[in-house]
């Protein structure tokens, strides 16, 4: 595993932070969540040297690129892009989707709790699993308030 890793003092750390598809501001992302996310044939791509980042725009097919512009779209990873793909899971580690988090919410229950749960005993691979290479609990925590808006207006869960 060692030699694996090696050359990580390599990596350039440039400022290029819009996507150069819709312009949008994206954030850097960890090589590691790449290296684990994509499909080998985009892989075999990927410059371990360039700065990574991560474009949310829901609108954009690109997901990952690199500080020279290199692109890897949605059609280049193994699983959905939550802000892309309204299917998949908000919360990746612990397949939170959101009609498994809107059946808790009926139910009464906080799907923010398991999740601090299964934080606290170090169980969470956020930048392996979910295509942010992050926590998805802000993620989580923004589509709960979506859904509490929706339902202060009348409308219905299962609108979603």
């Not at 954030?27 to 791509?45: E, F, M, Q």
């Not at 690199?66 to 309204?86: F, R, T």
């Not at 906080?110 to 942010?132: A, H, L, S």
């Amino acid at each position: 595993m060692e030699a694996c890793c090696n050359g990580l003092n390599e990596i350039k750390i440039e400022n290029h932070d819009y996507c150069p598809s819709c312009k949008n501001k994206a954030k850097r992302v960890k090589l590691i969540t790449l290296k684990s996310l994509l499909k080998p044939a985009s892989l075999v791509t990927l410059n371990s040297k360039e700065t990574h980042y991560f474009c949310s725009t829901s609108d954009c097919d690109v997901v990952y690129y690199d500080s020279n512009h290199k692109k890897y779209l949605v059609s280049d990873l193994k699983v959905p892009v939550h802000q892309k793909d309204d299917k998949a899971p908000i919360c990746y580690c612990f397949d939170w989707t959101k009609e498994k988090i809107v059946d808790y919410l009926v139910k009464g229950l906080t799907p923010v709790e398991p999740i601090r749960e299964n934080i606290k005993e170090n169980r969470c691979g956020c930048e392996v699993n979910n295509p942010q290479g992050s926590c998805c609990l802000g993620n989580m925590t923004a589509f709960i308030q979506q859904l509490s808006w929706f339902s202060r207006w009348g409308r219905k869960y299962d609108r979603l």
